[in-house]
Nanobody, 123 residues
Framework: VQLQASGGGLVQAGGSLRLSCAASGRTFRTSTVAWFRQAPGKEREFVAASGWSGVTTDYADSMKGRCTISRDNAKNTVYLQMNSLKPEDTAGYLC?????????????????WGQGTQVTVSS
């Protein structure tokens, strides 16, 4: 599976962004997918994950109620809608995929990664 994230940018606090992750590869439709983020000098941090059908999802506590992960398997694309953004959400956001049906919350559980897309939230 190859992944490419896009949609990042500069937004004011309280604003919204929708990130996209385009995937290639036949196994994408049965893969668990996730978004992580990493700020300079910090560990890679789990943001959200979705099972293969999009029905099962989970979020980091810091993002619950503010973001939604969704996927369109017909388009091989995963989305992350983020609302009420805060300056502390500023980071590079990366999409990831792994085989299997169990959601993963740790970066090491994922073996396919896209390049990051930068999200900067100004105060």
């Amino acid at each position: 599976v190859q992944l490419q994230a896009s949609g990042g940018g500069l937004v004011q606090a309280g604003g919204s962004l929708r990130l996209s992750c385009a995937a290639s590869g036949r196994t994408f439709r049965t893969s668990t997918v996730a978004w992580f983020r990493q700020a300079p000098g910090k560990e890679r941090e789990f943001v959200a994950a979705s099972g293969w059908s999009g029905v099962t999802t989970d979020y980091a506590d810091s993002m619950k109620g503010r973001c939604t992960i969704s996927r369109d398997n017909a388009k091989n694309t995963v989305y992350l809608q983020m609302n009420s953004l805060k300056p502390e959400d500023t980071a590079g956001y990366l999409c990831a995929a792994k085989a299997g049906y169990v959601l993963g919350y740790v970066a090491g559980q994922y073996n396919f990664w896209g390049q990051g897309t930068q999200v900067t939230v100004s105060s």
